[in-house]
Antibody
Framework: QVQLQESAPGLVKPSETLSLTCTVS????????WNWIRQPPGKGLEWIGY???????NYSPSLKSRVTISVDTSMNYFSLRLSSVTAADTAVYYC?????????????WGRGTLVTVSS | AIQMTQSPSSLSASVGDRVTITCRAS??????LGWYQQKPGKAPKLLIY???SLPSGVPSRFSGSGSGTDFTLTISSLQPEDFATYYC?????????FGGGTKVEIK
């Protein structure tokens, strides 16, 4: 069974860079799209972007100037960096796999990690 | 970006009820739509992809229909474990966009 686990930075200061990793176990990173999605407390879901196992990426235009998603196939993890964070970036961040049925729907998710932006 | 509008935003229902949730896209998206169930404190779970296909393991009381701009998620007989928030997600083009969610509560 594929499992995803986000790292847990917890608290990030305004203007700094949020960094998360998602470790994939029980399956290979190869052949799939790997996504980041976030959810502000009490609100809905927002897609941030994906990295394909080959390293190609696609980001939401609303975050594109601040986001970098990368992959390490040798270590079976992928990462999110979000720069110049503000309180509006406070959210639960999820990593998720693009499903084999439909690559832009997500069949396996991490448990999510709450990132709070505060000084 | 394509806007996804879900309705209703919340509903109250009883165990055994038939429940229908709709999702409307701001432009045609063929059948490139999925549905997710999210329980408090948990990650979303994929229920439907390609508008009407069920991944393995999803109970058959869940069904999806629609194409173009209008889509429906139906729960044929609501079970206690189905009380949750449901989201649609279009994957017709990028950026992927979710609907605002429908909270299904116990009547």
């Amino acid at each position: 069974q594929v499992q995803l686990q986000e790292s847990a930075p917890g608290l990030v200061k305004p203007s700094e860079t949020l960094s998360l990793t998602c470790t994939v176990s029980g399956g290979s990173i190869n052949g799939y799209y790997w996504n980041w999605i976030r959810q502000p407390p009490g609100k809905g879901l927002e897609w941030i972007g994906y990295v394909y196992f080959s390293g190609s990426t696609n980001y939401s235009p609303s975050l594109k100037s601040r986001v970098t998603i990368s992959v390490d196939t040798s270590m079976n993890y992928f990462s999110l960096r979000l720069s110049s964070v503000t309180a509006a970036d406070t959210a639960v961040y999820y990593c998720a796999r693009g499903s084999p049925y439909s690559s832009s729907q997500f069949d396996f998710w991490g448990r999510g990690t709450l990132v709070t932006v505060s000084s | 970006a394509i806007q996804m509008t879900q309705s209703p935003s919340s509903l109250s229902a009883s165990v055994g009820d038939r429940v229908t949730i709709t999702c409307r896209a701001s432009q045609g998206i063929r059948n490139d739509l999925g549905w997710y169930q999210q329980k408090p404190g948990k990650a979303p779970k994929l229920l439907i992809y390609a508008a009407s296909s069920l991944p393995s393991g999803v109970p058959s009381r869940f069904s999806g229909s629609g194409s173009g701009t209008d889509f429906t998620l139906t729960i044929s007989s609501l079970q206690p474990e189905d009380f949750a928030t449901y989201y649609c997600l279009q994957d017709y083009n990028y950026p992927l966009t979710f609907g605002g969610g429908t909270k299904v509560e116990i009547k």
